[in-house]
């Protein structure tokens, strides 16, 4: 029996894979509140910081968390997707991703939006605007404004992708990439990834620096999300999850560990506080400094997570359990319960880090709850899981 077999329950779920979304999700709340209290990064509503040294701690947070967060998040979904569509078949497989995938998006982007900009216009910026007259200028006036929903979106689309792969690929005598069946990527193979994303994403950024948009999309963090998706197929091709040893998994801590120590160090010696633009994309050493930071802390964090969450933290008490499902709602919720944690902290005579203690102690679990509540209605779990 595999690994992975004896780490899931009776329903199938492989639990350290649940306990690891849980902990990325719960990342993703608190990023998005260290946004709004300084951090960088757009957010509908944002405090400037009372101190300078606050935006400093939680720009570092939020780089790291950027670095793999969200591509760990795609590597996971590409993970599932052979699986799915094995199972479905290109018909069926396409129509519950767009029921899973575009419900949500058209959800968040006509009622969602509409509640936090009412929220903001009336109680953070003291304005008296109906909720049905916000709701008739989002008709009139339709924005495509899908917020941390352009992951979605993207995984939408990488799943339509997915299906023109294997239909073309069953054209050309089945032809499938799998490299490393059985056993799990060398490190020569990943420290090639490594180089490969690392010069992907510097090109990229050449043109379409960090916070620079197309469409909705920051390409330059695309390399990483695009590459680690593929990766998450070809894992479960290949049955990485298995095969990642002891010492292998040793190495990666360590460089894992000292890169994000190294993150830093790399930032004040390079004066980053003086000019932070030309480390954020353009044809410069320092940009492409950060991009090797980037790939480097990419895979090293995403490959220790996987084997210490496989080892340690493969068994869910009853805490665990209610939160594992709820994930996916949160990430939709997440954003309008955060917002609404703010505004009573507005005119709150308290200290940035406070303040962000506070919302995040508050929104965490407010969001699991308010997912909780959601998912109780009928007929979402069939579109929320």
Known sequence: MSKIADHSSKSGRILFIDNIRILLIVLIVLHHVAVAYGGSGGWPLKEAPSDAISPIILFLFNAINQSYVLSFFFLLSGYFIPRSYDKKGPIRFLRDRLIRLAIPLLIFTTLIIALIDYLVLNFAQGRDLPFLRIIAHQIRYPSWRIGPLWFVEALLIFSVVYVLYRLISKLI?????????????????????????????????????????????????????????????????????????????????IVALSTVVALPVMMALSGAAENIEVFLGGFSWQAFIVAVWDSI?????????????????????????????????????????????????????????????????????????????????PYTKRVLG
């Open 173 to 253: 005598s089945n032809y499938s990439f799998n490299p490393f069946k059985n056993r799990f990527p060398t490190n020569t193979a990943i420290i090639v990834s490594i180089m490969a994303m690392t010069l992907g994403t510097f090109f990229v950024r050449i043109w379409y620096p960090v916070g620079v948009e197309f469409h909705r999309f920051q390409l330059g963090h695309f390399v990483h999300y695009t590459f680690c998706f593929w990766l998450g197929i070809l894992a479960y091709r290949g049955k990485w999850f298995d095969s990642l040893s002891k010492s292998q998994a040793k190495v990666w801590k």
């Open 297 to 377: 802390a990419c895979l090293s964090i995403i490959i220790s997570l996987l084997y210490i969450f496989q080892k340690r933290y493969h068994k869910q008490g009853s805490l665990l359990r209610w939160m594992s499902p709820n994930f996916y709602t949160v990430y939709i919720m997440h954003q309008l319960v955060i917002v609404a944690v703010m505004i009573p902290f507005l005119r709150a005579a308290m200290a940035t880090a406070l303040k962000f203690i506070f919302v995040a102690l508050i929104s965490v679990p407010a969001c699991f709850v308010v997912s909780d509540l959601i998912r109780r209605i």
